[in-house]
């Protein structure tokens, strides 16, 4: 890792380290202890958006101190003009986790999310409901932003959140070759196709694309990126 580093600064990039932080000490709520679990992962709970910088309300609770580790980093943003704020803090009780098995997402009894699990394109933000994020975590995102950004929820795609991450590039892909979407006629129009959830950005449907089984049962996806309702 230092020798990357090396080659990033040689280049004029700066690197910002979060400090080394004592993973395997404990600490307690009055609810409930834990250790530490990493700090290696700052897109699940710290949000850019524009000049804000939100600490997410991670549903993990050995990672409720994870941001501490960060601290110095985000008061010189601070300083510099950045917008930061803290979503609430979860209390992460035994209830929030008491779901569904065919759709483990953590119930809305508080807002819940990783950062991981929003996209962002321009205005328009992408928000997975998932097994790392609530329906309550994007409207208390969404309270937050105001008018200046837009909220989409999917939901009933996929449960965790690598998964979604993974897709970004071929939503970004879709974007960069200029694939071409077709403008909704206005109202729900077509709340599914084949299945497959669609979202409205900018007055165009779009889909995650069909599912298809390997040789091994595996699912996969069939094609990358989002496809176009046409």
Not at 60 to 79: C, G, P, W
Not at 210 to 217: D, N
Request: glycine share 10%; aromatic share 10%.
């Amino acid at each position: 890792m230092n020798a990357f580093v090396d080659v990033l600064e040689k280049l004029g990039i700066t690197v910002k380290r979060p400090e080394t932080w004592p993973h395997e000490a404990k600490f307690s709520t009055i609810h409930w202890d834990s250790e530490g679990y990493y700090n290696l992962c700052p897109r699940d709970i710290l949000l850019v958006i524009g000049d804000h910088i939100i600490e997410t309300p991670n549903v993990i609770r050995s990672r409720a101190q994870e941001t501490f580790s960060y601290r110095a980093m985000m008061v010189d943003y601070l300083k510099s003009g950045a917008k930061w704020c803290n979503a609430p803090k979860p209390m992460l009780l035994d209830s929030l986790f008491e779901v569904d098995p065919d759709k483990p997402t953590p119930r809305n009894g508080e807002p819940a999310f990783d950062a991981a699990n929003v996209l962002r394109l321009g205005q328009d933000l992408i928000y997975l409901v998932s097994g790392t994020g609530n329906e309550m975590g994007g409207k208390w995102l969404q309270t937050i932003l105001g008018d200046a950004y837009r909220v989409h929820f999917l939901k009933d795609v996929y449960y965790g959140s690598n998964y979604f991450n993974n897709r970004l590039r071929g939503l970004l892909w879709c974007d960069v070759c200029g694939v071409e979407a077709l403008p909704l006629g206005g109202g729900e129009g077509a709340a599914r196709a084949d299945g497959h959830l669609p979202i409205q950005l900018n007055g165009c449907l779009w889909r995650l694309p069909p599912r298809e089984r390997t040789a091994s049962g595996r699912n996969t996806v069939a094609h990358r990126g989002l496809q176009p309702l046409r």
